[in-house]
């Protein structure tokens, strides 16, 4: 038994239409997402086999952040650091002028040992003993982090005689440094060095944090990532605007644009170039290099 197809009237088509259009362009939408997301974890995974399954005659630029950081004493022994030995008949250390050119740059705390006074006295005739000479050895010590609460505390002055015979007293209150962020227990030193531990020796918050802990003072990484974004956008902005204005300045600069793909950005779909540009000044002048996102 034959059965006619349902006719549709053009308004349902055209209803249709629009439904599968939608369902198209949500489609192409989720396929172009997933696909960035492929290509950087392809990315993620080269990387990774690259530096599991690697040459090992290649060498790592020292400011590349891929660092073997669990094996670093191992690759890092054998370097020049110790003094070297040169073998004659016996070994014997060779003077170091690079040495006592680093020692140099440190400062030196002394400790003495003498001999205590009752016994400096000959063992063969009972006479007193003099200092002939004294023998050094050399150690580098490290001193741990400390942390410390610094109070500042600013003094208030008034006049006796005012306050006795006039009818207004003037109060003068003593200068303060104005505090880096105001409201909070940073300081400047405590800010420098979270963003130092950061940004220079790759130290991610949370590890910051049990380091805190393990100090003797709970600061949170929410914390820490707050002071961190005060302390650019208030103290480190105007500096990147001041160099902004050298470069510009320059007769030549260098300039390197480098595009990537951002993942979840406000405003930007998956599938949309981002660009770094890196800025330097030219020989001759005092260096100065920006990143601009």
């Known amino acids: 038994m034959n059965t006619k197809p349902e006719s549709l009237t053009l308004e349902q088509l055209q209803q249709q239409y629009a439904e599968l259009e939608q369902q198209n362009t949500k489609q192409a939408r989720e396929l172009a997402e997933l696909s960035a997301k492929l290509k950087w974890y392809e990315e993620q995974f080269r990387l990774a086999q690259q530096k599991r399954f ?3 005659s290649e060498k790592t630029h020292p400011d590349q952040l891929e660092l073997n950081l669990f094996n670093e004493a191992e690759v890092t022994a ?15 250390r060779k003077p170091s002028g690079k040495r006592e050119a680093d020692l140099a740059k ?12 009752e016994r400096q006295i000959c063992d063969c005739c009972g006479g007193a003993l003099h200092e002939m000479s004294a023998e050094i050895r050399r150690e580098i010590a490290v001193v ?11 003094h208030v002055y008034a006049c006796r005689h005012c306050e006795r015979h ?7 209150t003593a200068p303060m440094p104005r505090p880096v962020y105001p409201g909070s ?15 220079v020796n790759s130290q991610p918050l949370y590890r910051q944090e049990q380091e805190w802990i393990r100090l003797g003072y709970p600061l949170s990484r929410q914390t820490m990532a707050n002071w961190m974004i005060y302390g650019a956008e208030q103290w480190l902005l105007p500096i990147v605007a001041q160099m902004k204005r050298h470069l510009l300045k320059q007769e030549v600069l260098h300039a390197d644009e480098t595009i990537l793909q951002v993942l979840q950005e406000p405003g ?13 000044t030219g020989r001759g002048v005092e260096p100065a290099v920006i990143y601009d996102y």
Do not use: N
């Open 166 to 172: 006039e009818l207004h007293t003037p109060i003068i």
């Open 78 to 92: 054998g370097s020049d650091i110790e003094p070297q030995k040169e073998q004659i008949v016996y070994e014997r």
């Open 106 to 117: 440190l400062p030196v705390e002394r400790v003495i040992y003498p001999l205590p006074e």
């Open 268 to 280: 930007k779909t998956a599938q949309s170039e981002s660009y770094i540009w890196l800025y330097r």
């Open 185 to 199: 227990l940073a300081s400047p030193s405590v800010m420098a060095h979270i963003m130092c531990q950061k940004y």
């Open 144 to 154: 741990p982090p400390q942390i410390k609460v610094v109070e500042h505390v600013r």
């Open 54 to 56: 690697g040459a090992s």
